[in-house]
């Protein structure tokens, strides 16, 4: 019964490669470094860019990584402009209600930024009055929404580095986002270094995954690309590249 199942999952996904000359297609949100971002050649880089790669070889398939704005991501997918979203997306249960999702590749926390220079009271009844920023449709906008509204103004951006130069420019008095991007931005300039994590991580059991159509054959093919590059090491180079700590 295995060997029936493999069999069939390999004809599934052989079948999805043909129908666009073998070529997977992916789209990646380049404004969210270290994850993904683009170059001086206009070339996509970072670690979802090369877990992606990873993935398609041991698939032993081509893949084109496709620039794609956040907003357009599930709706693009929908309409098949693209075969797969490989651009840490967190999985929720409004968007599992129209895209199916992979096993995770990597898990997220949330984090406050703020000035070195301030101090801040975290706490509910501290943080009322704040302006707070994040990047529009994630999971860092929506739990301000549904946990911080109507105690502090929200402000939300098109791009985490919108999010950013308002952070700098003092508009928001703290910005909350995923923790690593965080991190990679606060290591990159001194002047990023004027500002520093606020308060505890917050674990909302978040799991970034691959977005696929509903219905898609990749999801099995990609889930088991997942679990060889982690068991082979491939993911532990890619992690290391960027981190010094796992992000898995």
């Known amino acids: 019964m295995k060997k029936i199942i493999k ?21 990646v949100d380049g404004s969210f470094a270290p994850f993904a971002q683009v170059d001086e050649n206009g070339e996509l ?4 860019i090369d877990i992606a790669h990873a993935l398609c070889a041991d698939m032993k398939v081509s893949c084109r990584i496709m620039p794609q704005t956040w907003d357009g991501m599930i709706p693009g997918l929908k309409v098949g402009k693209f075969d797969a979203v490989i651009s840490s997306m967190s999985i ?11 096993e995770r ?27 707070v920023g994040a990047y529009r449709a994630t999971v860092s906008s929506q739990y301000l929404e549904d946990n911080d509204n109507g105690k502090v103004k929200i402000k939300l951006y098109d791009t985490q580095d919108l999010a950013y130069l308002d952070l700098k420019a003092g508009r928001i008095d703290l ?10 931005w606060l290591a990159s300039s001194q002047q990023n270094a004027q500002f ?27 889930n088991q ?20 700590f796992s992000i898995y």
């Open 225 to 244: 690309a997942i679990k060889n590059i982690w068991q082979n090491g491939t993911y532990q180079t890619i992690n290391n590249k960027y981190f010094p």
């Open 105 to 131: 590749y990597y898990s997220n926390v949330l984090a406050f930024i703020g000035a070195k220079a301030q101090q801040f009271d975290l706490s509910n009844k501290g943080i009322t009055g704040l302006t």
């Open 92 to 102: 929720t249960q409004e968007r599992a209600k129209v895209v199916d999702f992979s």
């Open 175 to 184: 910005l909350l986002s995923d923790k690593f991007p965080a991190y990679d």
């Open 7 to 27: 069999t069939s999952l390999l004809i599934a996904s052989a079948s999805i490669f043909q129908i666009h000359g073998a070529d997977i297609r992916i789209a």
């Open 196 to 222: 520093e994590f606020k308060g505890e991580d917050i674990d909302i059991n978040d799991k970034i995954a691959i977005a696929l159509k509903k219905g898609s054959a990749l999801r099995e093919p990609f």
């Open 45 to 48: 880089f970072g670690f979802d």
